[in-house]
């Protein structure tokens, strides 16, 4: 048999590490050696069990450095899928690189500041690390679209809607996305009257590039975007719906199957396809 993956899932009782549990144990090329949760009452029982899809004889633990010891240790190169919380993820990230384990990251809210960072560090430690903001292919084409339409359009406004639990706002995606229309150089959205918001906040965040993007956190909704041009007498929308988070999967696959082969940073999963 060809060697396979050693894979850690860091987060794996939420409502993505479950997913991605799944998918991983069900990939022919990749093993699930660990599954790591934040909450004491499940240490020690079996992951597959806690999630219900049957024993995978894993068993989860509270313990995350003591899980990337034990993963740098593997014969293959090991690879940890990060899907936990803003405020966790950048000491998470730090801590696999330096046990020379590559970390697959869906999880958002890093400040540009702390992704330059890991950026170095991993380009000095010459180990592979992938952040992906957004796994699924849709949102990667609906990006493209924007780019191809941010060349015709001078204005543009995201809005991302959101389940209610989500922590961060935007979304690491609306940023990604903001970010990619300003790699044109172009400046969008130049106001034609002077604008006052009689309630804060009224007309959106506004991204470093100068691109609003308004965040709607609602029960019912899971994540959508929606990018918006505007031109005098035409309106051009791009959206993009997830209706089930096996949307993201076959992206998550592919980014744990790309970053054994990388020595450095890479944000995006466009950048792998
Ligand atoms: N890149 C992509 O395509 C996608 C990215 N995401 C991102 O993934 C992340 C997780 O999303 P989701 O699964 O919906 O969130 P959930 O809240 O459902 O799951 C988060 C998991 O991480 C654990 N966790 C929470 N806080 C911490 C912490 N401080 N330290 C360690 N573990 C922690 C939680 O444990 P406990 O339950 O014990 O608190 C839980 O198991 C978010 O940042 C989200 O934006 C989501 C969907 C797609
Ligand atoms: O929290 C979520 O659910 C999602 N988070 C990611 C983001 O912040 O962009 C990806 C997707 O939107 C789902």
Redesign the pocket.
């Known amino acids: 048999m060809a060697s396979q993956i050693p894979v850690v899932v860091?987060?794996?009782?939420?409502?993505?590490?479950r997913e991605i549990v799944k998918a991983v144990s069900q990939a022919r090329d990749m093993t699930l050696i660990g599954a790591v949760?934040?909450?004491p009452d499940v240490n020690g029982q079996d992951i597959g069990e806690v999630i219900g899809c049957g024993a995978l004889e894993v068993p989860i633990t509270n313990d995350y450095e003591s899980m990337m010891a034990m993963l740098s240790q593997e014969k293959e190169l090991g690879v940890v899928v990060d899907?936990?919380?803003?405020?966790?993820v950048y000491g998470n990230v730090r801590s696999a690189i330096a046990y020379g384990v590559r970390p697959v990251v869906?999880?958002?809210?890093l400040s540009a500041e702390q992704i330059h960072e890991l950026a170095v560090f991993a380009d000095k430690a010459s180990t592979g690390c992938l952040l992906?903001?957004?796994?699924?292919i849709g949102m990667v084409l609906l990006q493209q679209a924007a780019i191809k339409a941010s060349q015709y359009f001078d204005h543009v406004e995201i809005i991302e809607l959101h389940h209610n639990?989500?922590?961060?706002a935007p979304?690491?995606t609306a940023v990604q996305t903001a970010q990619m229309l300003a790699e044109l150089g172009k400046t969008f959205n130049v106001p034609i009257v002077e604008e006052t918001e009689k309630i804060p906040g009224s007309r959106g965040g506004q991204s470093d590039e100068g691109i609003r993007i308004h965040s709607i956190r609602l029960p019912g909704l899971i994540?959508h975007q929606e990018v918006i041009f505007g031109a005098p007498g035409q309106i051009y929308t791009l959206r993009h719906d997830t209706s089930d988070?096996a949307c993201?999967m076959p992206?998550v696959l592919l980014s744990i199957r790309k970053v054994l082969a990388l020595k450095t940073l890479v944000y995006g999963l466009e950048k792998l396809l």
């Open positions: 860091n987060g794996a009782t939420g409502k993505m590490g949760a934040r909450n899907v936990t919380h803003p405020d966790a869906g999880t958002t809210g992906i903001p957004n796994f699924s639990q989500k922590a961060d979304s690491g994540a988070r993201y992206g």
